[in-house]
């Protein structure tokens, strides 16, 4: 029964990636191929925040920490010894992952809303130490040096998205593939585990502090690759840009909204929310700050208070009600438990 369940998720997710893969092809306007860029990209972000808080139940609000960690790692690099960003990349990755490791260690002694706290306050410090870190050109931020359009240096002309877009879908399918297969591990199983009883999964033995520290450096790892691809898309980058606090909610909501826990569940929320974000702001004209995210506050209040498993839990309750079975929680219900 287990084998049927993962070959159909298997199915379902090669026919959303590759749905969404055909759709620049078929839609030929640039507006609709940034929208969809951004889609992927907090998709993605959304896909990597769900290791450690959907799958482990460690709630995290300072992600744009390590999104921010991977855009100066790679931009510094280049912006001061010309090091390739693709070298970047992944130097701001591994760097994100031993900040992650480093800040997570102390933090994991902390429960619940704390530890929540913890993580938002240490994304706020490290946002202020590169607001006044004159290495890093402070508030004033970096433009990225204008090379030869080439793939090997991750610029292309500003008129065709379609290069930058193949780029991040690449990226999120290989997100997306190591999702499922922590999902779908031993170590999953373990992180699955330390969410529902913190207490029951040491009494068999689990190492809780280690598998949290893992599933937490693998999603500031991930987070930091996108981190890298946003500065290379948008040449420019500054410490409200990248370390924002918006940024980690909206990290955060789409995933409640979609169904945490579940790999759907960023896809479907940052399907919902960056075509409002984008077509809000274009509409009222850069005076609706902040109006996206009031819509999509009161979306998820309302998820929140009659479907508390997102978007993916009502469509499995339909499921399963329509098979006559009975209705079953999709993830942990409380995002800060």
Known sequence: MDRLKHLNQKKILLGIFVLIGILPLAVRNINFHNILILFVVFASLGEAWNIITGFTGQTSFGHAAFFGIGAYTSTVLLYRYGVNPWIGMFLGGIIAAIVAAAVSYPCFKLKGHYFAIATLAIAEIIQQIFVSWEYVEGATGISLPIMDESLLNFQFHPLNKLPYFYIVYIMFGLVLVIAYWIENSKMGFYLKAIRESHEAAESIGINTTRYKLYAMMASAFLTALFGTFYAQYFLYIDPFMVFALPVSMKIVLLTVLGGLGSLYG?????????????????????????????????????????????????????????????????????ACG
């Open 266 to 334: 960023p896809i479907i929320g940052a399907a919902v929310l960056i075509p409002l974000s984008e077509y809000t702001r274009i509409n009222l004209g850069g005076t609706g700050k902040g109006v996206d995210l009031i819509i999509f506050g009161l979306l998820v209040v309302i998820v929140a208070c009659y479907q508390p498993n997102g978007i993916v839990g009502f469509f499995e309750k339909v499921r399963r009600r329509s098979r006559g079975k009975g209705v079953v929680d999709y993830g942990k219900s409380d």
